[in-house]
Antibody
Framework: EVELAESGGGLVQPGGSLRLSCGAS????????MSWVRQAPGKGLEWVAN????????HYVDSVKGRFTISRDNARNSLYLQMNSLRDEDTAIYYC??????????????WGQGTMVTVSS | DIQMTQSPSSLSASVGDRVTITCRTS??????LNWYHQKPGKAPELLIH???NLQSGVPSRFSGSGSGTDFTLTISSLQPEDFATYYC?????????FGPGTKVDIK
C-alpha cells in the first residue's frame, strides 16, 4: 500500500527549530518529486516547498525562504523539513505529499496524515 | 505569485444535486490546475489533475473543465460522502498556490 507518514511535530518557542520527517512506503520514492503543504488551524492549504527526485532542485514559498530547508534521503525513503527561526504564523498541520508530475503538471496525489507544529511561548 | 479565487465560498446542497464550483486565477495557467477535497480532520485528496483528468479511483460523478484563467469542478449528483471543502491548486509556477476553498454542506 502506498503510504506517507510524518513525524517530528510538537510545541516549540518562537525562534526555535524543529525537523519534520516523512517516511514513504509502497512506491519508488526516488522516482517522485515531493512536497510539504501546511494548514493553519481553521484555514486553507498553503504549499511550503518541494524537491526534485534526486534533490537537485528545490523551491520554497517566500514566507519560509532562508528559514526552512527541504531535503531527502532516497536510500531511506525519507523526506525532511528543517524549520529554523520559527514564528507564530508557522503554526499549522504539516503534510508531506507525493508531488506527481505528468505533462509538466504537479499534482499532490498521495498525502500523509499530517503532523502538528505549534509555535508558542 | 499567482492568486486564486473560488466561488462560491460555501454552498448548501442536497443529495442528488448537481454542484458547480468555479476557480479563477490571476494570470493564465493553461491547464495546470488540480482539484482536491478535504473532509474534517483528514488530509486532502486529489480529485482532478491537469484541469480535466479524473484521478484514478475517483468516482465519475466528478468532472473538471477549463483552461487559461477560468476553471470549473462539477459534481453531477452529490452523494453524502461529498460533503467537504473543495480546493483548486495551480502548478503553472512556483510558489504553487491553492484557492481559499469552497465548503459544501448539507441543506
Amino acid at each position: 500500500e502506498v503510504e506517507l507518514a510524518e513525524s517530528g511535530g510538537g510545541l516549540v518557542q518562537p525562534g526555535g527549530s524543529l525537523r519534520l520527517s516523512c517516511g514513504a512506503s509502497g512506491f519508488t520514492f526516488s522516482s517522485y518529486w515531493m512536497s510539504w503543504v501546511r494548514q493553519a488551524p481553521g484555514k486553507g492549504l498553503e504549499w511550503v516547498a518541494n524537491i526534485k527526485e534526486d534533490g537537485s532542485e528545490k523551491h520554497y514559498v517566500d514566507s519560509v525562504k532562508g528559514r526552512f530547508t527541504i531535503s531527502r534521503d532516497n536510500a531511506r525513503n525519507s523526506l525532511y523539513l528543517q524549520m529554523n527561526s520559527l514564528r507564530d504564523e508557522d503554526t499549522a498541520i504539516y503534510y508531506c505529499a507525493r508531488d506527481r508530475v505528468q505533462w509538466l503538471n504537479h499534482a499532490f496525489d498521495i498525502w500523509g496524515q499530517g503532523t502538528m507544529v505549534t509555535v508558542s511561548s | 505569485d499567482i492568486q486564486m479565487t473560488q466561488s462560491p465560498s460555501s454552498l448548501s446542497a442536497s443529495v442528488g444535486d448537481r454542484v458547480t464550483i468555479t476557480c479563477r486565477t490571476s494570470q493564465s495557467i493553461s491547464g495546470y490546475l488540480n482539484w482536491y477535497h478535504q473532509k474534517p480532520g483528514k488530509a486532502p485528496e486529489l480529485l482532478i489533475h491537469a484541469a480535466s483528468n479524473l484521478q484514478s479511483g475517483v468516482p465519475s460523478r466528478f468532472s473538471g473543465s477549463g483552461s487559461g484563467t477560468d476553471f470549473t469542478l462539477t459534481i453531477s449528483s452529490l452523494q453524502p460522502e461529498d460533503f467537504a471543502t473543495y480546493y483548486c491548486q495551480q502548478s503553472y509556477s512556483t510558489p504553487f498556490t491553492f484557492g481559499p476553498g469552497t465548503k459544501v454542506d448539507i441543506k
